[in-house]
C-alpha cells in the first residue's frame, strides 16, 4: 500500500500539514530514552550526590519546557498547546544508568509524539549536562515512541 508522504506539496516542495479540517481528540504520546553513565557516576546518582544539584528535578523540567516549544525546534510541527507532560526516571543497575519515560497529552487536531520524544531527549540531555564533570563518555540511547492514541490511526504500541 502506498502512502502519499503529507509533508510535500504538488511541487514536491517542504509544507506543514493542513489539519483545519481534522476533529479535535484526546491524544497521549508514551516515549523512552536511555542514559548509560559508568558505575562510579551511578553510585553517585543513586545517593544524589551529584556537584551541579538535583539531577532529576532539572531533567524533569528541561524535558517539559521542551515539550512546549517543539514547534519551535522542528520545522514542520505544528504549535500545540500542550495540556500535560510527565517524566519519569528509574535508576536501572543493569544499564548502568537511567531510564527516561516522558509523557504528553491534549485535546487536539494532531498528534503529541514529537513533544514526547523532545521531552525524553531533553531530560536525557540534562542528565548528561548535569553528571558531565564526572565523566564524559556518558550515552544517550534509544530515543523511541513507545505508545500513542487518538487520532484517526487511533492506538499503536511498540511491540519489543
Not at 503529507?6 to 483545519?20: F, I, P, Q, Y
Not at 512546549?68 to 495540556?83: A, S
Request: aromatic share 4%; with cysteine; net charge positive.
Amino acid at each position: 500500500m502506498k502512502k502519499d508522504f503529507t509533508h510535500l506539496d504538488e511541487k514536491g516542495r517542504a509544507t506543514m500539514v493542513d489539519v483545519s479540517a481534522k476533529q479535535p481528540t484526546k491524544r497521549t504520546a508514551v516515549a523512552c530514552g536511555l542514559v548509560k553513565v559508568g558505575r562510579d557516576t551511578f553510585q553517585r546518582l543513586v545517593e544524589r550526590d551529584i556537584p551541579k544539584g538535583d539531577v532529576f528535578s532539572a531533567a524533569r523540567i528541561a524535558g517539559i519546557l521542551a515539550a512546549k516549544q517543539v514547534g519551535n525546534l522542528i520545522p514542520l510541527c505544528h504549535p500545540l498547546p500542550v495540556e500535560f507532560v510527565g517524566i519519569d526516571f528509574e535508576l536501572a543497575d543493569d544499564i548502568p544508568g537511567v531510564r527516561i519515560t516522558a509523557t504528553a497529552s491534549i485535546y487536539a487536531k494532531t498528534g503529541v509524539e514529537m513533544e514526547a520524544m523532545t521531552a525524553a531527549s531533553v531530560a536525557a540531555l540534562t542528565i548528561y549536562d548535569m553528571c558531565k564533570g564526572l565523566e564524559k563518555g556518558i550515552e544517550i540511547r534509544e530515543i523511541k515512541l513507545l505508545k500513542k492514541t487518538g487520532g484517526k490511526s487511533g492506538q499503536w504500541i511498540r511491540e519489543e
